[in-house]
């Protein structure tokens, strides 16, 4: 089973930056789409609730976003160091989430579940990003 750990989260500014990073063990991580998705104060602790925020093909060669993280967050990954990264600018308080990363079969992106969190096979414990007005 592939462990992932998540860094990099914190309480900000509107308008700073953060870098998230997710680290994988294990072999799988270069053959595997990865993805981000993060869950809002307040939502029920459930798979299905956490929201699509990144995903990121096998290869890295394709990026795929939700419209609001469009222009401001940057999903990447170097396969060599098992690491993917999330960078985020010019956050705003809607941003305040637990953040967490996902790994799934190699496959899965593109297609119609990469934004499904139910179709991602492991995921990290989670970190905190706030963002104060």
């Known amino acids: 089973q592939v462990q992932l750990v998540e860094s990099g989260g914190g309480l900000v500014q509107a308008g700073d930056s953060l870098r998230l990073s997710c680290v994988a063990s294990?072999?799988?991580?270069?053959?595997?789409?990865m993805g981000w998705f993060r869950q809002a104060p307040g939502k029920e602790r459930e798979l299905k609730e956490r929201e699509f925020v990144a995903a990121i093909t096998a290869s890295g060669g394709s990026t795929f976003y939700v419209d609001s993280v469009k222009g401001r967050f940057t999903i990447s990954r170097d396969n060599a160091k098992n690491t993917m990264y999330l960078q985020m600018n010019s956050l705003k308080p809607e941003d305040t989430a637990i953040y967490y990363c996902?790994?799934?079969?190699?496959?899965?992106?593109?297609?119609?579940?990469?934004?499904?969190?139910?179709?991602?096979?492991?995921w990290g414990q989670g970190t905190q990003v706030t963002v104060s007005s």
């Open positions: 996902a790994i799934g079969s190699q496959y899965l992106c593109p297609g119609s579940r990469c934004n499904d969190p139910t179709s991602f096979a492991s």
């Open positions: 294990g072999r799988t991580f270069s053959v595997s789409a």
